[in-house]
């Protein structure tokens, strides 16, 4: 069974930093880029940053600068650091593993066949 595991979410304040984890198991991914999502309560899934299979990184303008993607193809596991977190950041985070393998990937979460279950991020004031 496919599945990606998320972790790592939280309660934080504002200025703080966390380490997302997304583990994948019962298959590969060094082939597909991987990606991270969010969804605020009563707004859509939103694009975060993604990582190609040759390691090639995207930023969304929001994220751009305070968060790194990484990825540890041994161990099947892509990392998120998340630093100088505002309150805007609080979502749900997700990532996902992209249809096609050996591609850019994109911004949008129909290009995407594995997803994990989420891990909440909280920023207070």
């Known amino acids: 069974q496919v599945q990606l595991v998320e972790s790592g979410g939280g309660l934080v304040q504002a200025g703080d930093s966390l380490r997302l984890s997304c583990a994948a198991s019962?298959?590969?991914?060094?082939?597909?880029?991987m990606t991270w999502f969010r969804q605020a309560p009563g707004k859509e899934r939103a694009f975060v940053v993604r990582?190609?299979?040759?390691?090639?990184?995207y930023y969304s303008e929001a994220v751009e600068g305070r968060f790194t993607i990484s990825r540890d193809t041994a161990k099947n596991t892509v990392y998120l650091r998340m630093n100088s977190l505002k309150p805007e950041d609080t979502a749900v985070y997700y990532c996902?593993?992209?249809?096609?393998?050996?591609?850019?990937?994109?911004?949008?979460?129909?290009?995407?066949?594995?997803w994990g279950q989420g891990t909440q991020v909280t920023v207070s004031t």
């Open positions: 990582i190609t299979w040759n390691g090639r990184t």
């Open positions: 019962g298959r590969s991914f060094r082939d597909r880029t």
């Open positions: 996902a593993a992209s249809t096609s393998s050996y591609t850019y990937g994109s911004n949008s979460p129909n290009d995407y066949n594995y």
